[in-house]
T-cell receptor
Framework: GAVVSQHPSRVICKSGTSVKIECRSL??????MFWYRQFPKQSLMLMAT?????????EQGVEKDKFLINHASLTLSTLTVTSAHPEDSSFYIC??????????????FGPGTRLLVL | AQKVTQAQTEISVVEKEDVTLDCVYE???????LFWYKQPPSGELVFLIR??????QNEISGRYSWNFQKSTSSFNFTITASQVVDSAVYFC?????????FGAGTRLFVKA
């Protein structure tokens, strides 16, 4: 099956710094990628939909200036948490939709990135 | 509105017991997809099954089986003869168009 990677897998940073998380589709092109956030013992919540070459679409309640998303190529989307604070500590998961998919039936998830802000 | 309800927060069973994880969904759409994912302690989501709204056939894959009933909007998942390695959080998800709605998840503990 298709493979999606995330880097880094784990990051610890100081409050106030910015952190960039990469999501790559390794063996397929993805016009659409999704970013989710998962707090401990909770479900995945969609943060934003990232489309190659255009602005991301953010879900209600997600600050677009705080969570910058860039989808510059068909295989890479990045999520930058700007001026991170302890409450941003979470598990961030991306997923990629294979190009040409009619429905979201071919969504592949990355392994996730654990962010801890001190 | 779209919604997925997994009423069982945690389930604890002893190895070799059968266990059923419930999933009830809400949608007004006629075309949608339902999924089950497993999330072990490592965090990575493992795809288990996809079912579209027009396919109500039940499915069996090894020790796993799924019962899709549109009449009750349910898509339940049964693990037969559970094993310790089945311990994980299991998520049911509804996909409509380009939106994925996850249930709250059911944490399964299988004790040896």
């Amino acid at each position: 099956g298709a493979v999606v990677s995330q880097h880094p897998s784990r990051v610890i940073c100081k409050s106030g710094t910015s952190v960039k998380i990469e999501c790559r589709s390794l063996d397929f092109q993805a016009t659409t990628m999704f970013w989710y956030r998962q707090f401990p013992k909770q479900s995945l919540m969609l943060m934003a939909t990232s489309n190659e070459g255009s602005k991301a679409t953010y879900e209600q309640g997600v600050e677009k200036d705080k969570f910058l998303i860039n989808h510059a190529s068909l295989t890479l989307s990045t999520l930058t948490v700007t001026s991170a604070h302890p409450e941003d500590s979470s598990f961030y998961i991306c997923s990629a939709l294979t190009s040409g998919a009619v429905e979201q039936e071919t969504q592949y998830f990355g392994p996730g990135t654990r962010l801890l802000v001190l | 509105a779209q919604k997925v309800t997994q009423a069982q927060t945690e389930i604890s069973v002893v190895e070799k017991e059968d266990v059923t994880l419930d999933c009830v969904y809400e949608t007004r759409d006629t075309t949608y997809y339902l999924f089950w994912y497993k999330q072990p302690p490592s965090g990575e989501l493992v795809f288990l099954i996809r079912r579209n709204s027009f396919d109500e056939q039940n499915e069996i894959s090894g020790r796993y089986s799924w019962n899709f009933q549109k009449s009750t909007s349910s898509f339940n998942f049964t693990i037969t003869a559970s094993q310790v390695v089945d311990s994980a959080v299991y998520f049911c998800a509804l996909i409509r168009g380009f939106k994925t709605i996850f249930g709250a998840g059911t944490r399964l503990f299988v004790k040896a």
